[in-house]
């Protein structure tokens, strides 16, 4: 087991109805001027801005809002954020929304308190010391932004869409408000999505090579197998609140390190899954539904009793003691009819990605020399690999 | 599953050598001038006093000494502390030791800010609203109170002792440091009973009448194999680190209620133990062994299924499908056979407890219309047959 530090203060607030006691957390937490930053349309639509903001304005808080986020957040709507929350001396910014909601948010807490481009700190030039606090009121289990150190921003670079991810105990959100029943009316396909990401936020700290660390190994199948009861609950039936109770709160422990303090992780997945969602804009979970299992096929020979545990644990199948790998390969398999059925992609002409474009993303993810993973380290020519194992899996 | 709060800021440094920053750790939430509180001789001459003192002090902080805390700590020493603190102008406590330490300084650290009899808040006569900012060294793994809301301290009332807890999210503490190695030393039977209450504080929150909270009951579930594979390893081989790190970071999570956010928890088998430490001083988990498995049987109909499941999934035991209840006897003799082997008390006899003394033990667990526990509701004859089968388990 590997040293580790864990600090985790985010306040939750998890049920139904809890949105309604907004103003009243932002309060607790010295909001006074609160910037409520949304996405698109459907916080708009459903009446939960209307609902927050009439919460925020009960408690006294003057409101300044600022929407248009999109799924992959670009910078230009940081940039624009940090002018605003500076013009109008914001003190809180409170996020309604999801992953992309709550990490333009966490950027833009940091720019406002950083004296030069944003950027620079995404671009590890600089190392950001302050932040404005961030709280959110969570709308799709996915990401674990609410309750996590990390953000991941997009930008241009000489024309290439880059994401680049900053992971600082700064991002570490105050609250997080997380009532199930604002997932209820998601399309499956997002609901889809989220589920997968999660799944793959336990399965990048599941797969190491750190050794003798049952606890978190067993914390970890404990989600997925949460996951893999409760997403066909959620697909068949949307309204199902406890499993989408569930889901959430596993959103927020795939992702806030319970499930990795004490290990080596890999990340490599969504490494890969960030090139194609600069280059096609596809939604993260649906490139990483495509990409996750190609990868465990390649990496699985490195430690395939590891592979067969995850068969074995988390789906249930039997152990072939002659032929391991064969157990290996039916857990890689269960995971992917447990996501076919979820309506996800699974390989390239389903995610609407171009076999031709793998030099592409291979170039895209970085230099000649680079490599990616831990769990087994991936040159070049391994994860171009990789992704044609990705594009070629026969549905 | 029920709506919650989640907030456990406490800043956890886990892993070989961390106490060695315990002063830096202490400037970082504001130390200056720290109360050292401990217990008897062991965290003295092993040196981990002088190296922790020698640390802080090349922090700059000012070290205020106070040991002689007992196991089931006492409000004397208490007082004596809150003088001390006024006296000292302390600014945060720094507790070496276990459960019984942080619990005194949780208390400690209460009074210093109440103006008044501190055990007015143990007597929720009075409502605690500040407190001394605590953190700890962790020396055993058991109590979890080194991330969690709770307290207990004993006190004589009417010459009886008693025992009284007090849960409030100021006793989360700030910072915890957690080093494996540090629990090498101890006794094979501390580190048994420390085993006993971290298994104990999931299964008070794992027998629940909250149905679909499938998330919450696999973390539990992960938790308790994760000790029923450590727990031997640790007895076999008291310097087997990273089985002491295991159980070491399971009796944290065992105890933040991240393994009970979401349900009606039970807490009836503690209570009893209560009794039984109370009156023969006995530690908290010998009483617990042997309370918690008479419980088991005596509430087991309430919900066969429950604690066949458990039997199954934490003891690995076979399901009879035709006869349940089978099944969950067998998991319950599990758990004897686990801790009869890691030498733990099972009945009356092996405690020290005397059979004759269950009519005090009922009296003095409250009024006559006193009841215990929620998965099922217990009244005084029922508690007393609990006792009576605690007394009785022929070993």
Same mark, same amino acid.
């Given at each position: 087991?590997?040293?580790?530090?864990?600090?985790?203060?985010?306040?939750?607030?998890?049920?139904?109805?809890?949105?309604?006691?907004?103003?009243? $957390?932002?309060?607790?937490?010295?909001?006074?001027?609160?910037?409520?930053?949304? !996405?698109?349309?459907?916080?708009?639509?459903?009446?939960?801005?209307?609902?927050?903001t009439?919460?925020?304005?009960?408690?006294?808080?003057? #409101?300044?809002?600022?929407?248009?986020?999109?799924?992959?957040?670009?910078?230009?709507?940081?940039?624009?954020?940090?002018?605003?929350?500076?013009?109008?001396? #914001?003190?809180?910014?409170?996020?309604v929304?999801?992953?992309?909601?709550?990490?333009?948010?966490?950027?833009?807490?940091?720019? #406002?308190?950083?004296?030069?481009?944003?950027?620079?700190?995404?671009?590890?030039?600089?190392?950001?010391?302050?932040?404005?606090?961030v709280?959110?009121?969570?709308?799709?289990?996915?990401?674990?932004?609410?309750?996590?150190?990390?953000?991941?921003?997009?930008?241009?670079?000489?024309?290439?869409?880059?994401?680049?991810?900053?992971?600082?105990?700064?991002?570490?959100?105050?609250?997080?408000?997380?009532?199930?029943?604002?997932?209820m009316?998601?399309?499956?396909?997002?609901?889809?999505?989220?589920?997968?990401?999660?799944?793959?936020?336990?399965?990048?700290?599941?797969?190491?090579?750190?050794?003798?660390?049952?606890?978190?190994?067993?914390?970890?199948?404990?989600?997925?197998?949460?996951?893999?009861?409760?997403?066909?609950?959620?697909?068949?039936?949307?309204?199902?609140?406890?499993?989408?109770?569930?889901?959430?709160?596993?959103?927020?422990?795939?992702?806030?390190?319970?499930?990795?303090?004490?290990r080596?992780?890999?990340?490599?997945?969504?490494?890969?899954?960030?090139?194609?969602?600069?280059?096609?804009?596809?939604?993260?979970?649906?490139?990483?539904? #495509?990409?996750?299992?190609?990868?465990?096929?390649?990496?699985?020979?490195?430690?395939v009793?590891?592979?067969?545990?995850?068969?074995?644990?988390?789906?249930?199948?039997?152990?072939n003691?002659?032929?391991?790998?064969?157990?290996?390969?039916?857990?890689?398999?269960?995971?992917?009819?447990?996501? !076919?059925?979820?309506?996800?992609?699974?390989?390239?002409?389903?995610?609407?990605?171009?076999?031709?474009?793998?030099?592409?993303?291979?170039?895209? $993810?970085?230099?000649?020399?680079?490599?990616?993973?831990?769990?087994?380290?991936?040159?070049?020519?391994?994860?171009?690999?990789?992704f044609?194992?990705?594009?070629?899996?026969?549905?």
């Amino acid at each position: 087991m590997l040293n580790f530090n864990f600090h985790r203060p985010t306040d939750f607030y998890f049920g139904k109805g809890q949105e309604n006691s907004a103003g009243e $957390i932002c309060k607790k937490y010295g909001g006074s001027r609160v910037l409520v930053h949304y !996405g698109s349309s459907s916080a708009i639509k459903s009446g939960l801005i209307d609902r927050v903001t009439a919460s925020l304005e009960h408690s006294g808080i003057k #409101v300044i809002k600022l929407g248009g986020v999109q799924p992959n957040p670009m910078d230009t709507l940081v940039y624009e954020g940090i002018e605003l929350c500076r013009r109008e001396n #914001v003190d809180m910014i409170l996020a309604v929304g999801g992953g992309s909601v709550i990490d333009s948010a966490k950027a833009i807490a940091l720019g #406002v308190h950083y004296d030069g481009d944003f950027w620079d700190l995404f671009a590890k030039i600089a190392v950001p010391t302050q932040s404005l606090p961030v709280g959110s009121v969570l709308t799709i289990a996915a990401a674990g932004s609410e309750g996590s150190t990390s953000a991941v921003i997009s930008h241009y670079e000489n024309g290439v869409l880059k994401k680049k991810g900053l992971n600082t105990q700064l991002n570490v959100p105050k609250f997080a408000i997380m009532n199930p029943e604002l997932t209820m009316t998601l399309p499956a396909f997002q609901t889809a999505c989220g589920a997968c990401d999660i799944m793959c936020h336990v399965m990048e700290r599941y797969f190491t090579n750190t050794q003798d660390v049952l606890l978190t190994d067993e914390l970890c199948e404990a989600v997925l197998r949460t996951m893999k009861v409760m997403l066909p609950r959620v697909i068949k039936d949307p309204h199902d609140y406890e499993a989408r109770a569930n889901i959430m709160w596993a959103g927020t422990l795939a992702h806030n390190n319970m499930c990795g303090v004490d290990r080596e992780q890999d990340w490599a997945s969504h490494h890969l899954e960030h090139e194609l969602s600069a280059l096609y804009d596809c939604a993260h979970g649906a490139g990483l539904a #495509v990409i996750t299992p190609a990868w465990m096929e390649y990496v699985m020979s490195h430690n395939v009793m590891r592979f067969a545990r995850f068969a074995v644990n988390v789906f249930g199948c039997q152990m072939n003691y002659e032929d391991p790998k064969t157990t290996a390969l039916e857990g890689i398999q269960a995971l992917r009819r447990l996501w !076919g059925e979820a309506g996800l992609p699974l390989n390239f002409e389903q995610l609407g990605a171009r076999k031709e474009d793998i030099p592409t993303l291979v170039a895209n $993810i970085g230099q000649d020399n680079h490599t990616e993973g831990h769990f087994m380290v991936l040159d070049k020519k391994q994860i171009t690999r990789v992704f044609e194992m990705a594009a070629d899996y026969k549905v």
